[in-house]
Structure formats: structure tokens, C-alpha cells
């Protein structure tokens, strides 16, 4: 994984914490599933939280913006971009953050 690639992942996960989607502190993030060519791109994954004990869950994380590879990722500056707090949360078991462009 690239610098750029881990920043990105690195920032989402305090965006994700500071979101108050889920009242806990974001550990990890793991992306396993890309599904690129689609608005908005979709990647599925796993991600733990600690409160106070860890906590896996599966995730579903959609970017509204057509991305073509991973690599794309690289270029996300998290900053000018929001979790929608409305349309993210749980899903059963897994949590589905839905990024948008401020």
C-alpha cells in the first residue's frame, strides 16, 4: 500500500470516529472488495472499533464519485469530503459510511 493510499485510509478512520456514527474509536480498516466503474464506487472490508473492547465488523464504504482503480484513492483528500451521517450506519452486521463531496 502506497503513503497516499495508507494517509487516506488513516484519515477516513478519524472522520469515521469524530462522525458519531458509532461512539467508539475506529482502530482499523482493512479493504478487501473494490467495485470500481460504479457512482459511487463501493469497497467492502472489515473494521474494528475499540469500545472499550475490540469489535469486528464488516463494512461498505461508497464514495460518490466514479473511481477507475486503487490507485485513484490516492488522490481522495479526505478534507474536502463528509460521512453522511443520515444514510450511514448499520446494516445488520455490517456498517455502511457513505462518503460525500462537502
Same mark, same amino acid.
Given at each position: 500500500?502506497?503513503?497516499?493510499?495508507?494517509?487516506?485510509?488513516?484519515?477516513?478512520?478519524?472522520?469515521?470516529?469524530?462522525?458519531?456514527?458509532?461512539?467508539?474509536?475506529?482502530?482499523?480498516?482493512?479493504?478487501?472488495?473494490?467495485?470500481? *466503474?460504479? @457512482?459511487?464506487?463501493? &469497497? %467492502?472490508?472489515?473494521?474494528?472499533?475499540? $469500545?472499550?473492547?475490540?469489535? /469486528?465488523?464488516?463494512?461498505?464504504?461508497?464514495?460518490?464519485?466514479?473511481?477507475?482503480?486503487?490507485?485513484?484513492?490516492?488522490?481522495? *483528500?479526505? @478534507?474536502?469530503?463528509? &460521512? %453522511?451521517?443520515?444514510?450511514?450506519?448499520? $446494516?445488520?452486521?455490517?456498517? /455502511?459510511?457513505?462518503?460525500?463531496?462537502?
Amino acid at each position: 500500500m502506497t503513503e497516499k493510499k495508507l494517509n487516506f485510509w488513516t484519515e477516513l478512520r478519524f472522520e469515521i470516529t469524530n462522525s458519531g456514527i458509532f461512539e467508539a474509536y475506529c482502530d482499523w480498516i482493512e479493504p478487501k472488495v473494490y467495485y470500481f *466503474d460504479l @457512482k459511487p464506487t463501493t &469497497i %467492502e472490508g472489515k473494521i474494528g472499533f475499540l $469500545n472499550p473492547d475490540m469489535e /469486528e465488523f464488516k463494512f461498505a464504504l461508497t464514495i460518490d464519485k466514479k473511481i477507475k482503480d486503487s490507485s485513484e484513492i490516492e488522490s481522495i *483528500d479526505i @478534507k474536502h469530503w463528509a &460521512i %453522511e451521517k443520515y444514510s450511514s450506519g448499520f $446494516n445488520r452486521n455490517t456498517l /455502511e459510511i457513505n462518503l460525500i463531496k462537502k
